[in-house]
């Protein structure tokens, strides 16, 4: 059991007393956002004097993570005895007491925009009287490219609307070398059946760890696309939609946002790079339908804080009520009541591997697999093993049913040998047969733009999405005369294309037409290549052939981008 022996620190960090008489602590961590904690004990003249607001509360097993004592409470029972219940959040909350003061402009990596925008508001303020006692630690994520601007946002609501955005997790730890607080970043492990590479962390009811579950689909609160205004007025205001594959119909949820505190500084930001930065920040307005998974769990297999910790994504299994998804473990609230019981309990949030199983229901009865489709058909029925031909894996169909458990081996057919195979394996491998079945979720593609030839042939193309998220990338383009060709490319973030078509032309016109123009592909913009940065410069243009001679022009209409879909 974790040592949850609540200890108290003054403003400076250094230790008071440990609080042996409590009755009931709860300690809450949080993956995208700040953590809190309330603790209740018996009214006394020590616990008034030491448990003071603005005094810090940890663990006796962590005493890096704390929490900030915001609020004291005393209220007496029935019985007239007094108790009192001191609460707050942990050290991240001081991020909350700054703004992000002037317009600030931020460009380049996660890891540099936070740094930068904590670095103005709080480390290295221009009003030192603004500072924190803080330092920029960790921030081991992802490369991601972002672009955004800000005035008079609160700097925790900005980096915690970044955090959601980009499914990031953070922290503010005390560091005992520098008696400081320092600021980290960090994403989850993945624990799931869906990798090979870390050990697996599963809550099944099968193997007893998951005792209670509840699970909750909302689409309530479901936004698929926002319509950002930002500065002018009427119908002069400057607007852009914000949205991921652009769905149509039933399908489309809209939300409007007022983005009016974003502007240009009369013309100091560019129209392409300030409509980027609208469209980012209605990035962080989406919201997908809410897929949430808690339960109580006993760690008799797993240890929290070892084998699992809050951001890693795990497999959770119901077996009677059929369900098998990946999910990652956002919030963990420990606890320990007068009894000295120790409970945990953790949320969890579906990730996006669940849209694998959209459309076919995967199903486990005790170690069975049955895959239906949504009309019920019998797709796959009581797997047992696996068969490689020609490098395709295929799922073998037996007829009666076999009971499967996580260390069962199996025997695998293959042209050489015999192979030991797993049940996790099969998990991989039925995963596969479902992407197949359905189209692929690692292939499935998304529409990252569709337009109008003639809104494009002479502007710069948006997508939805930043290029560097997607390993292929089809653009669709049209030429003046209305024909269409297509390019495809590979790792497309930063490469050049061409754009070249032949057309002849129809009637008594006994011309021919060359119509080229070469784009380059830049985070989330594809726009016409330029040598030098100059208008002039530009790589397009169009060549007219007649009787073994030719003309040439730079025809800005040459050619357009119409629609724009990648694969991650």
């Not at 440990?18 to 949080?30: K, L």
């Not at 297509?486 to 021919?512: H, I, Q, Y």
Request: proline share 2%.
């Amino acid at each position: 059991m974790a040592d949850m022996l609540p200890v108290v620190a003054d403003a400076h960090f250094s230790r008071l007393c440990a609080v042996d008489d409590y009755t009931s602590f709860i300690w809450t961590t949080r993956y995208y956002d700040v953590g809190d904690f309330q603790l209740t004990i018996p009214m006394s003249s020590h616990n008034l004097r030491y448990l003071q607001v603005n005094n810090y509360v940890m663990r006796g097993d962590d005493d890096t993570e704390m929490g900030i004592i915001e609020r004291r409470e005393v209220t007496q029972d029935l019985n007239g005895q007094e108790v009192m219940t001191v609460s707050g959040r942990f050290l991240a909350s001081i991020l909350a007491r700054r703004i992000i003061a002037q317009q600030t402009q931020v460009s380049g990596t996660i890891a540099q925009c936070v740094t930068q925008l904590i670095d103005v508001s709080a480390i290295n303020p221009t009003d030192t009287a603004r500072k924190l006692p803080m330092t920029i630690g960790t921030l081991d994520i992802p490369a991601t490219q972002m672009q955004q601007q800000f005035t008079g946002t609160n700097l925790l609501e900005a980096i915690t609307n970044i955090c959601k955005t980009y499914s990031l997790g953070f922290a503010v730890h005390y560091d005992d070398d520098s008696d400081g607080m320092v600021f980290d970043m960090f994403t989850g492990v993945d624990r799931s059946y869906a990798q090979d590479v870390n050990t697996y962390a599963v809550f099944s009811t099968e193997y007893g760890n998951l005792q209670s579950s509840d699970y909750v689909e909302d689409a309530s609160a479901m936004v698929t696309n926002v319509l950002v205004a930002g500065e002018g007025e009427g119908l002069q205001r400057k607007t852009v939609w914000a949205s991921k594959g652009n769905p149509t119909g039933l399908s489309r949820y809209e939300l409007y946002q007022d983005a009016r505190n974003a502007s240009t500084n009369d013309g100091a930001i560019s129209d392409a790079v300030y409509y980027q930065q609208l469209q980012d920040e209605g990035m962080e307005s989406l919201a997908d339908m809410a897929q949430m998974f808690a339960g109580q769990v006993t760690f008799t297999n797993i240890e929290f804080g070892t084998d699992l910790n809050i951001g890693d994504i795990c497999t959770i299994e119901s077996v009677s009520w059929g369900m098998y998804m990946d999910a990652r473990l956002v919030e963990v609230i420990e606890s320990v009541g007068e009894s000295g019981a120790y409970t945990i309990t953790p949320s969890f949030e579906a990730i996006s591997t669940q849209d694998v199983l959209q459309d076919a229901a995967l199903l486990t009865e005790r170690g069975n697999i049955r895959i239906t489709s949504e009309s019920g058909a019998r797709l796959l029925a009581q797997t047992r093993a696996i068969s490689a031909t020609g490098g395709e894996v295929k799922i073998s169909e037996l007829e009666e049913a076999t009971t499967l458990n996580d260390d069962d081996a199996f025997p695998a057919a293959t042209s050489s040998a015999t192979v030991k195979v797993t049940w996790a394996t099969i998990l991989n491998a039925i995963k596969s047969l479902v992407n197949g079945l359905l189209g692929g979720y690692e292939q499935k593609p998304v529409t990252l733009f569709e337009g109008n030839y003639s809104d494009t042939y002479n502007h710069a193309v948006t997508l939805s999405e930043s290029s560097a998220n997607f390993s292929r990338m089809c653009i669709e383009w049209q030429t003046s005369d209305g024909n269409h060709g297509s390019t495809m490319l590979s790792n497309p973030d930063g490469k050049r294309f061409e754009c070249v078509a032949l057309n002849s032309a129809s009637g008594n016109n006994p011309n021919s037409y060359l119509k080229w123009k070469i784009y380059l592909v830049s985070g989330k913009t594809i726009n016409n290549y330029t040598a030098d940065g100059s208008a002039g410069m530009f790589q397009r243009g169009e060549i007219v052939l007649k009787n073994n001679a030719y003309s040439t022009t730079s025809r800005l209409e040459a050619i357009g981008i119409i629609r724009v879909i990648g694969w991650r």
